[in-house]
């Protein structure tokens, strides 16, 4: 299986990468293929609403999402990876998923897995209410096939991050996938 990783940290070396390199080490493992896009290092610019697309593309925008786009086409799975940011996505993932709007179509019907990876310092029982919310309407829009969730709680600072059980839960997310 193809798995495309949209990591939206600006923080390249952070607990939410963290976690997603653990993904990739179970996922490689178990004999998968993995490619990871830093929409936080991308060009990306947010979508206008003009609808040229006319939901399939392509984006009348010249930027790096062309080549992203192609990379989504290809994937069996999308890992949607951030770090949690006043209880919700980084804002260059949102930008990101906000151009899916250009191949609308196209995602659904391939009917896609997916997973989300996040951490948040707060270790409250309701820090990741709204994201799991929209990643839920994200999974029911988009025909996804949800594969599961790694909500690290408690995890500001990567250290906090390699001594949770978290970095070992998103090891073996990538290592049962099939």
Known sequence: MKILMLEGSPNRQGSSHMLAEE?????????????????????????????????????????????IRQEILKADMLVFVTPLYYYGM???????????????GS????????????VAWNSDDWTFDALEAHYHT????????????????????PSMTKNSKYPGMSYNLGKSLV
């Open 90 to 104: 980084s804002a260059q993932l949102k930008i990101l998923i906000d151009r899916f709007c250009a191949i609308n």
């Open 23 to 67: 993904f990739e080490k179970g996922a490689g493992e178990a004999g998968h293929e993995i490619v990871s896009i830093s929409a936080a290092h991308s060009k990306i610019s947010p979508c206008t609403g003009c609808v040229s697309c006319g939901y399939n593309g392509p984006c009348v925008q010249k930027d790096d999402m062309e080549n």
């Open 138 to 157: 994200l999974v029911k829009y988009l025909n996804f096939q949800d594969q599961g969730m790694i909500l690290g709680k408690g995890c500001g600072t």
């Open 107 to 118: 995602i659904q019907r391939k009917k896609m897995k997916s997973a989300l990876i996040s």
